[in-house]
């Protein structure tokens, strides 16, 4: 059950878009298309942003879209906005019949 | 509004136990798996144990399995986290994680606020 890889960081300017990367194996990101993504702010619970690789839960920003290719999912942020500053961590299920999570990455509005 | 509130942490020396408990409301508990994450002080999120709908099927972190036992009393609302054999490296805020279908392979939707287990001698 190794942690899935995220970068430590990105970084970008307001109104530009950013893409945060996560890969695993073919026995989680490869193997199902449930890869989540969410979204915490600092002394906050961890809210849903994306699941099942690209949907969006109600009320979350069309500016939020998510994607996967082979081992890797990826989410991306389009006109970024200071309030998207948070860290991101991805998920998935797994061949073991578990969740795994990402390291996380943290997002700088420049 | 989905309300997920977690209780029984605290302060536990090494090899003790504790229980954590979640207390669910503004959804139908019983329709719904739940999980268990944690997140050590200043780190990343840890997936540590999911519980489907009618306790059917249930799931455990490699770290956890063998000491931790997840369960649900549906009658009462209710998701629970028994924590035996409790190390250092088990210090961490415990968030209740409700998914957004029956079983343990549906995403989670929404969160707690967390309960706080610091393990130290």
Known sequence: QSALTQPASVSGSPGQSITISCTGTSSDVGGYNFVSWYQQHPGKAPKLMIFDVSNRPSGVSNRFSGSKSVNTASLTISGLQAEDEAHYYCSSYTSSSTWVFGGGTKLTVL | ?121
């Open chain 2, 1 to 121: 509004e989905v309300q997920l509130v977690e209780s029984g942490g605290g302060l536990v020396q090494p090899g003790r136990s504790l229980r954590l408990s979640c207390a669910a409301s503004g959804f139908t508990f019983d329709d719904y798996a739940m999980h268990w994450v944690r997140q050590a002080p200043g780190k990343g999120l840890e997936w540590v144990s999911g519980i489907s709908w009618n306790s059917g099927s249930i799931g455990y972190a490699d770290s956890v399995k063998g000491r931790f036992t997840i369960s649900r009393d549906n009658a009462k609302n209710s998701l629970y986290l028994q924590m035996n054999s409790l190390r250092d490296e088990d210090t961490a805020l415990y968030y209740c994680a409700k998914a957004d279908s029956t079983g343990i392979i549906y995403p989670i939707d929404y969160w707690g606020q967390g309960s706080l287990v610091t393990v130290s001698s």
